[in-house]
């Protein structure tokens, strides 16, 4: 240990280890001319033999520092400095290749950031491989996740999580309308996350008359208690009932909808609603040795017993399945997360190739150098070793510099995030995401280090030293593949980011089915009541919020349009008998207030409006949609036929007065499904939101209302005020992030596509000085020249669109699922992206072109 210690301290500390060793040796020295004068020898004599006895001073200097160092690592240090000092000396050079794989490398960064949170990290629960979605997708009943528990023998637990239940909580300064989702008692037991504070519910919250508790949201629990730690065992009012706090989750704890409030226990009661009609969705353990392939056959099983034990329709187990939680969670985000990698893996080999193009043009330029080394007796081993050590050098600050970018990035992206998006929380650049870069800097590294050491090798160093055109030329074509290479991908990511854009332009053209312009929204919940009371707050509510100044209607709706809520229903149509088994038509079902298709801007096909007549001593009136209309009347008039909703009594049959416009309810990029309206005098709902036509700015009358609506009742919470384009605009949030992305990287890689023609056409200007010389000489004219400079610059791009477009069209194809509206083949994006790349490719070339048209030829002959 003592002995390597020694070593590395002369490695790493040479100055004070050779001044210790000349004090050391002069030392010995003039102990000798002590011994020597002490014989009788006089003191210039004992000097001389002192130091003749002694040999060759520097020989012996040398031969100790050779014995303390360790070769291969002093090699490796003098490398180093001497490729800093190389470095520092070209910091044009040095900046360019940086800054192109700090783009190239911070951008795989951020994007790996992504990717690791939600494909790879396993989820933040206990044992999480053994967790699963039981029929994911797919909503079941109470009775039906019962059953399950009963007959299954795959899972150690089932449990179920019903999202997005909108709950009042009133008893405070400001009521909230919280986010609640209802859940069942072995629900937290079994992901098996601690609470922050408190304990959370089991098995006995689910009985029927149990205490109604409550799992508050660390983010709920600071902003509307102070963070109090007191308010453990206090009690709540949630929706009109006493709950009583048990719990506070972390703010890292989610499932699946990021803005969950708080957890409440799901009664297992056989007389309520939930334990019928569909309403949660199931998450299972399994049992040790079942896997989820095992667990799908079993449910399938299961599935058809339940169908002919429950009367479900015959469709009704076709899907049933059980996956991954992990996996269902992410969802669609898979295919999303999967084309950015591949784009920003593209970035990230154009930015490789562009350094290695710059280290081949200044290897080709120290070619004389190196020469000289190898004339010294310098091995191609030692010289690849010192163009390692810049390329290593030059990845590594690449690699600081991306990472630093990433940082940066990620605060970004998070701002373009649609909430949907799962575990947002948990994206960060942790240590799997430093050691990938690692490897990253490594592979890069070594890539331009071939790439430079290849044109050492293929020139011959001992015998290069004299300059010669193949070298040049030789150098040129390999630039020239590499860039051409270059512009295949550039042309690969804006192509991609072209599809993007047309897809965008595509999802704003849709035809919303409504006027969202100077449109206000809100969720509004009034307190209960019973009918005949809700629809008089209703209309009061209404007739007040019409009265603020600037407001020229109001009007109601259950679930506003890309909510992401919709109520689905079986519909049955009076006098029309199914098949035997044959699953009845299913469509959205809304309540709205008779005024909510003039003031949405809805219109009118066939049949009359609802009006404040059809109230609730009226006969039963509905509208339907133009999709429920050609979906279940082909042919003929809805108007007058009588449908009602799944198992409807005789007097719930409702006659269709009206149809109405189809609106795009869940998702611009799918087509309009059947609806239903039926007027809110006849079925009056709790929570809705409230839409107001404005005469002004939708926001400027938003505190007016608020107001207006607090002196009816101030324990009305009020949530989610947004304009209605606004509420589109959320929902184009996933394509737009993806655009924005793919924008980047793709201008990123025009930009270096460009950089990289420019540099390879000066660099062929440069080498062919003499040339352009003699044709000007000979009467070349300044065209002439200019044309022959720039086609060398097309002729690198057109062999680069060459191999893209092939490349695109079956790359794009992975993007089928995000493009909306165009096929992936889309002749005017890539002829377009082709076009632009041919005219980067001309002025890339352009300025060397002007430069060669300046040559000198009596200067050049001279030469």
């Not at 009133?170 to 609640?180: V, Y």
């Not at 060398?792 to 493009?819: D, K, N, Q, S, W």
């Amino acid at each position: 240990m003592s002995r390597l210690l020694y070593r590395l301290r002369a490695l790493l500390r040479p100055r004070r280890f050779d001044q210790e060793l000349e004090e050391e040796l002069q030392g010995h020295l003039a102990r000798e001319a002590d011994r020597n004068r002490a014989r009788g020898m006089s003191p210039d004599d004992a000097d001389a033999a002192a130091r003749r006895g002694f040999g060759n001073f520097a020989l012996l200097k040398e031969d100790a520092r050779s014995s303390a160092a360790i070769p291969m690592l002093e090699q490796g240090w003098k490398n180093l400095r001497f490729a800093a000092r190389s470095l520092r000396r070209r910091p044009s050079f040095t900046f360019t290749a940086v800054l192109s794989l700090a783009l190239g490398l911070g951008a795989s960064a951020t994007v790996l950031a992504v990717f690791n949170a939600l494909l790879l990290r396993p989820l933040p629960y206990a044992d999480p491989g053994r967790l699963v979605a039981i029929w994911p997708g797919h909503t079941l009943a109470n009775r039906e996740v019962e059953a399950l528990r009963v007959r299954s023998q795959s899972y150690r637990e089932v449990a179920s999580f019903s999202p997005g239940w909108l709950m009042p909580l009133t008893g405070i300064e400001t009521p909230r309308l919280l986010n609640a989702a209802k859940v069942s008692g072995n629900f937290f037991p079994m992901l098996g996350v601690p609470p922050l504070l408190g304990r959370t519910f089991g098995l006995d919250a689910e009985a029927v008359g149990a205490e109604q508790r409550a799992v508050l949201t660390e983010r709920l629990w600071r902003e509307a208690f102070g963070g109090d730690p007191a308010i453990i065992g206090r009690g709540i009012q949630l929706d009109g009932t006493r709950y009583s706090v048990v719990a506070i989750m972390p703010g890292s704890f989610g499932l699946i909808d990021s803005g969950t409030d708080l957890w409440v226990p799901m009664t297992m009661d056989p007389n309520a609603m939930s334990w019928e009609y569909s309403t949660t969705l199931g998450l299972g353990r399994l049992r040790d040795g079942v896997t989820p392939a095992s667990a799908s056959a079993e449910l399938g099983g299961l599935a058809r017993q339940m169908q002919q034990d429950f009367k479900r329709n015959n469709t009704w187990a076709r899907d049933a399945a059980v996956s991954s939680l992990q996996e269902s969670l992410v969802g669609d985000a898979r295919l999303t997360l999967v084309v950015l990698l591949g784009a920003v893996g593209s970035l990230l080999l154009l930015a490789v190739i562009n350094v290695a193009n710059l280290l081949i043009v200044r290897t080709l330029e120290r070619n004389q150098e190196m020469a000289v080394r190898a004339s010294l007796g310098a091995t191609t081993r030692q010289v690849a070793g010192l163009l390692m050590m810049e390329a290593l050098l030059l990845s590594a600050a690449g690699g600081l510099a991306g990472l630093a970018l990433a940082s940066a990035g990620l605060s970004l992206l998070r701002l373009i995030l649609p909430p949907s998006l799962p575990r947002q929380s948990e994206i960060a650049i942790d240590g799997w995401v430093l050691g990938t870069v690692a490897l990253l800097v490594a592979a890069v590294g070594v890539v331009c280090t071939v790439a430079a050491v290849r044109q050492t090798r293929s020139h011959a160093l001992g015998s290069s030293l004299r300059k010669g055109r193949s070298i040049a030329h030789g150098g040129r074509q390999a630039r020239g593949v590499l860039v051409a290479c270059e512009i295949a991908l550039a042309l690969v990511l804006t192509i991609g980011a072209a599809l993007m854009i047309r897809t965008m332009l595509s999802l704003r053209q849709v035809d919303r089915g409504l006027r969202s312009e100077h449109l206000l929204t809100m969720q509004l919940l009034p307190p209960n009541l019973p009918d005949s009371g809700r629809a008089t707050l209703w209309r009061t509510i209404l007739q007040q919020v019409a009265n603020v100044p600037g407001v020229t209607a109001a009007a109601t709706v259950l679930h506003l349009p890309m909510s992401g809520r919709n109520w689905m229903a079986d519909i049955r149509v009076e006098g029309r008998d199914l098949p035997a088994g044959s699953p009845l038509p299913r469509a959205g079902w809304q309540s709205v207030s008779p005024e909510y298709f003039r003031v949405a801007g809805i219109p009118l096909i066939a049949g009359r409006p609802f009006s404040d007549a059809d109230g609730a001593n009226a006969p039963r009136v509905i509208a339907v949609n133009a999709a429920f209309a050609e979906r279940l009347f082909p042919g003929e008039s809805p108007i007058g036929k009588r449908v009602a909703a799944g198992n409807a009594t005789r007097d719930q049959i409702a006659t269709i007065v009206a149809v109405v416009g189809n609106v795009r309810h869940d998702s611009l990029n799918v087509q309009p499904t059947p609806e239903v309206y039926a007027t809110m005098w006849q079925r009056p709902v709790g929570a809705s939101a409230l839409i107001v036509r404005t005469s002004v700015s939708p926001v400027v009358v938003a505190p007016a209302i608020r107001q207006r609506i607090a002196e009816i009742n101030r324990d009305i919470p009020i949530s989610d005020i947004r304009t209605m384009d606004d509420v589109y605009a959320a929902s184009l949030q996933r394509p737009r992030m993806v655009l924005a992305l793919m924008g980047v990287f793709a201008t990123l890689g025009l930009l270096l596509s460009g950089v990289g023609i420019y540099g390879v056409v000066a660099y062929g200007v440069r080498q062919r000085r003499k040339e352009i010389g003699i044709r000007l000489a000979l009467g070349g004219s300044i065209d002439s020249i200019r044309r022959l400079v720039v086609r060398e610059g097309l002729r690198y791009a057109l062999l680069g669109v060459g191999i893209g477009l092939p490349a695109a069209f079956v790359l794009t194809r992975l993007m089928r699922g995000l493009v909306f509206g165009i096929p992936t083949f889309d002749p005017l994006s890539f002829a377009g992206v082709a076009t632009i790349l041919l005219l980067i490719a001309i002025l890339a070339s352009w300025a060397p072109a002007h430069r060669a048209t300046r040559t000198n030829p009596v200067e050049v002959l001279r030469e």
